[in-house]
């Protein structure tokens, strides 16, 4: 009887680890592996000695790859949407932008990303899942604009709110008198891969602007000492008269996956501005004495100020195509063009111009 309990201790001792094995828990996620050569392989990790994983893919089977030749392993959170005809999509955070706009997508936290283009850099952090915070500049750091981005998801996981805005500023240029400001909301439908915005603002830019005046008055001419007179020295002053740009702004701009690595990014913007610009002017004139014909005074005019009105609307249109390198990488070009329609006060300062505006852009992740 001894025997037999030695023999089954025996027994549940060696067999324990295959049986502790066998109904331990099981990875069932799906991964996208990526090698060094960037060649890709998408399945389930059987198993993963430290020195090289066993995968087990729809397309080869099992697979074995030395994890010195592995540069990353992608987890597929949704494996309906990112897995298309065999091949990973994933949606990163390159996909909350289009090339100027945004849409109603969040950054999640974590997921912060850097844009550089021909104008200027921007980088963007999220503060949290819903909201982001946002620096851009030019390349000689001024101008420079502060972004802000609250998105409001909703039960139906292809319609998504949000709102935002961009105060900016001239910087060290002009002392900081130019400024500006753009506030808008924004209804994104479909997902991250595939989607539209639609978005409505108002936009404002100040201009600065100075005018040298002359106080208003009457001054008696100067005798230089040798009988000839000559106009006094009329006193002056910096007259304020900055105007403002004022514009509501419509977008639509669309996103679409034309493939493993590259998308159709459009973008439009319909700006329908007025521009008011403020003209001050006075008149001076000379008197003389009709008998010596010598300057006897000279008159200042009060100040007459009068204001011109224009309309400006723009279109801009900017298609193009993303193509995204890697998960932290992305390159985006845009065959841009802008439409630009002046009615002033006259034919003589009313006007139409169209030109060409291209764009490079590019995405990093941190």
């Known amino acids: 009887m001894k025997a037999y309990k030695v023999l ?66 992608v987890l597929i959170s949704d494996a309906k949407n990112q897995i298309i005809n065999g091949e990973y999509r994933g949606s990163g955070v390159f996909t909350t932008r289009y090339q100027f706009s945004t849409n109603a997508f969040s950054i999640l936290k974590g997921e912060n990303y850097a844009k550089i283009n021909l104008g200027g850099p921007e980088v963007h952090f999220a503060v949290s899942n819903n909201f982001s915070v946002g620096v851009m500049s030019s390349w000689i750091a001024s101008p420079v604009g502060l972004a802000l981005k609250y998105t409001v998801p909703t039960r139906n996981e292809k319609v998504n709110f949000g709102v935002g805005t961009i105060m900016a500023s001239s910087g060290y240029i002009v002392q900081g008198r130019l400024w500006g400001g753009l506030h808008w909301g924004m209804l994104t439908i479909g997902d991250r891969k595939n989607n539209i ?68 990014v459009m973008d439009a913007m319909f700006i329908l501005g007025t521009y008011n610009q403020v003209n001050n002017d006075q008149t001076v004139n000379d008197y003389f004495n009709p008998i010596t014909n010598q300057l006897a005074y000279t008159t200042v005019s009060n100040v007459t100020s009068t204001s011109n ?58």
């Open 309 to 366: 009105s224009y309309k400006a609307n723009l279109i801009v249109f900017m298609p193009g195509m993303r193509f995204q390198t890697s998960e932290n990488r992305a390159f985006q070009v845009s065959l841009s063009g802008v439409f630009v329609n002046v009615k002033g006060t006259s034919s003589s300062n009313s006007f139409r111009r169209s030109f060409p505006l291209p764009m490079c852009s590019w995405y990093y992740k941190f």
């Open 197 to 264: 915005t639609f978005s409505a603002g108002y936009s404002y830019l100040n201009l600065p602007g100075k005018t040298t005046l002359i106080t208003p008055g009457t001054y008696a001419a100067v005798n230089d000492g040798n009988g000839n007179y000559y106009q006094a020295t009329l006193p002056r002053y910096q007259a304020n008269n900055s105007s403002r740009i004022k514009a509501p702004i419509l977008g639509i701009a669309g996103l679409a996956s034309v493939g493993k690595k590259a998308s159709f």
């Open 8 to 73: 089954f201790f025996l027994l549940f001792i060696f067999s324990a680890p295959i049986i502790w094995s066998q109904t331990g828990d099981i990875d069932t996620n799906t991964y996208v592996v990526i090698k060094s050569n960037n060649q890709e392989f998408i399945g389930k990790i059987l198993s993963d000695d430290g020195r090289e994983i066993l995968l087990m893919t729809a397309s080869v089977g099992k697979v074995y790859i030395n994890k010195s030749d592995i540069k990353s392993i």
